[in-house]
């Protein structure tokens, strides 16, 4: 069944394994008119690039984007935009032998008992390379977000159960660090406990945070496609999340309704933010 | 913008205010065959009406489900079936208070900034009387999945800090509890944290916990509408929740990877669940 | 599966049998702010109702509308808008024939071929009835173009083989007819083929052509959703259309392109409309 | 708005413009394990390239198509297909001059008055070169019908205004000449009638013909996703094309009841065939 795609205006369908031809998406609903180049894509493509410092998996990829359609004289035409991501550093013999085996914590498994056949190639499809077309594809959304002034950023703000102060920190500096963590001194025992465990082939969790910034009021449409609703959707999509949270999350399970409600005062101007600015899944602005 | 179903095989559209003529839903993509009569229904719809005890909102309706199409002779058709439970106890009188100001913490604000005006009687289509259609849509899923020999099973694990034992107690009777708590001495408890906010005009948060058993391997789709990403979507487009998390969720993020995959041995067999049966989106059975 | 919805942004989802409870709709996406009332919908639906001359089918039914959702104190309030037709002349007893045996030109072999079963009461839900649904979500989406400006009018041109003069007569006068045909003198002989046919327990096809003024340039989405296609998408989901035809249709087939192509001049004052008004499925204005 | 995808289960994505980088085709929802290759496809576009006779325009291309992913080791793996055939003879210095005009016949304006601007080049995405991305994706679509025993075969049955004996001829050849037609004779006239209007920088219309053998009962969803609705669809999102007919399509709307339906004897087995195999939105076998 087609599962693809993502959207419905706006709607990125992506395609690609880890080890086939390339990687790549097709963003549809993209508007007319927006100046759009190779090189804009690049910039985030590049930041996600794995290997580039001793802290992440050490595949290099120059991970080059070309686009094939629906941009014609450096401008959206309205048409289609197809991205294209050829894999180069496809060393499938390094996983050979995982063709006889199921790794754990991977769908290698579930892919099988599914599909009949798997493609065992580093993950094939389910491989963490898929994001590398959501990436691409992000690139894309956040121009077409900025010609709305809404600015989306997002920080790793825990790793290995060491909690950043992201409350405090200024996050405009976390796109430089290797580890996206605005507090340093956070980041700098996040990255001891990530070296502890590669030492004992080992891996560890974290949790990301993301603010949205200038967002208007009377985003999210009741009832099933909640600006939550989807959000969430969206993030549980990629592999390995296992939670999501709006606003103060679980905590506001521990909260007293008298002191989780967002006041409003004059209506409007909301005094805290404890729903993350979303109330019966539209934004408050 | 048309938002108001879930689903694409099985879909279900809802319709109806908190103080309209009435609420409903249609579902389509219902198998024929199956036998459906109303007391099917209307079993589930009497388990979730308020006012029955102390404990609950104190409206009291009786809730009655009228099966509208899609069933002749006691079997489903293949054609779509349309429910509607009348409102009866709409006293809007009681909410004319709420005409003119946004109460904090739901939607009445958004709802209003979004749509220019709004039905203020006890929140129109954003009440937390919504989730009437969607336990009548439930209770005919039920019965789609029991067809397949899945069943799900939901308890309250927390209310107001007050956390259950869910891993050793037996679910089977929590249904029959009026606090679906499954911990008989934690729902002592959270029954008292609930009378003492009530006396104080206040409410407490609280988490449910939700098992699935006899679901095969190979349910869900990679990439975007993974197993995970389609149950969040549906979780969250539920009023007032905030947070979700699958299989050990946040506690996976201050875990290292040796001790949170879930081994199998022999394939297949797993030894442990901290991924909530889901790995890449897909059941692993 | 799901396919009683149609529609994306403004999604119309139906329900119903000939001889069950009722029929109706869910309107979704209707924008809010729009007055509507009961009136408006039923004088469409009292156009409809059949038996009220010698020439329709015989069934007698009030077919009165009752709005359940979506509305509040006169306006649309951006919730889904569901509406309800109670059955009341469901003189099953008559079909009971039909129980064991399959009519000719009807679905009622391929229903239980495809669903195992059928409700044989009147067709059930392939009866023609099913139209009475369309009819009142047609009247709430004209209320939608009529915001906009856009008219769309729908005439007979032609039954049993006689042929209006549907470009000199005068459109606005037909919807009081009986035949809703502009040409008196075809509808005079329409109507005394109708009336042989009967006699003969035959029947007569027909062919209706609608127009639609007022639409602006751009309407229409590239490649797959072309207005055409959508259009035609639409016409053909009525039981027994067989064919549609776009301005000339299947005539453009035996036509030269120099004399089939719409001449502008200047550009935007087409001289023709051949095309029907919409060139690469996008309208022209 | 998105629209350049087509399908629920199988879906397919197109995307690409007649002078770009290239065009190409995503596929979601393919089963796994068939077994397919780059030939395969490439087979049907050969038959579809123009300019291999003088019938044809006269761009050459070879019009080569890669496969990007969810191929492995000869088999589709059910994670979605993407196919590229690259543009080479993209000679766009011959349309300059259409950069400042309109084409009549052609989505130039439209799609200017939609967008604001366009790719003039050659038509951009609503050159008729858009349909190399549906062939492709069409080769692929057969192989799953073939696998289901399903064989569609389309030929041309009119040009000019010459109608082609399609009934008594012999289809199965019609593959292999240049246009398509069963009935030498006509084709030689319809080769002249082109030739004609070729030499007097004019062109002529045609009608096809399709026929599907092998299609079981049941398929086809009521009410909107009705088989001939949706086939309509498909057909009338194809550029130019202005008209669809199913079964004996409008020459019903000048016959009879009691000689248009298909009687059955026994049930099942219809002695006729003008309904074109669909009732009620669902076919017959």
Sequence with gaps: MSSNSFGTLFRVTTFGESHGPGLGAVMDGVPAGLSLSEEHIQKDLDLRRPGRSSLHSQRAEPDKVKILSGVYDGLTTGAPIALLIENQDARSDDYKSLQDIFRPGHADYCWQEKFGLRDWRGGGRSSGRETVARVAAGALARLVLEAANIKVTGIVSEIGGIKADTGSSDWSQAREHPLRCPDE???????????????????????????????????????????????????????????????????????????????????????????GGILGGISNG
Tied chains: 1, 2, 3, 4.
Excluded at 194 to 212: M, P
Excluded at 237 to 265: C, H, Y
């Design 185 to 275: 001194q956070a980041a700098a025992e996040m990255k001891a406990a990530i070296e502890t465990a590669q030492k004992n082939g080992d891996s560890v969790g974290g949790v990301i945070e993301v603010r949205a910034s200038g967002v208007p009021a009377g985003l999210g449409e009741p009832v099933f496609d909640k600006l939550d609703a989807r959000l969430g959707a969206a993030i549980l999509s990629i592999g390995a999340v296992k939670g999501v949270e709006i606003g103060d999350g679980f905590a506001l399970a521990r909260t007293k309704g008298s002191s989780s409600n967002d006041l409003m005062d004059p209506p409007g101007n909301f005094r805290t933010n404890h729903a």
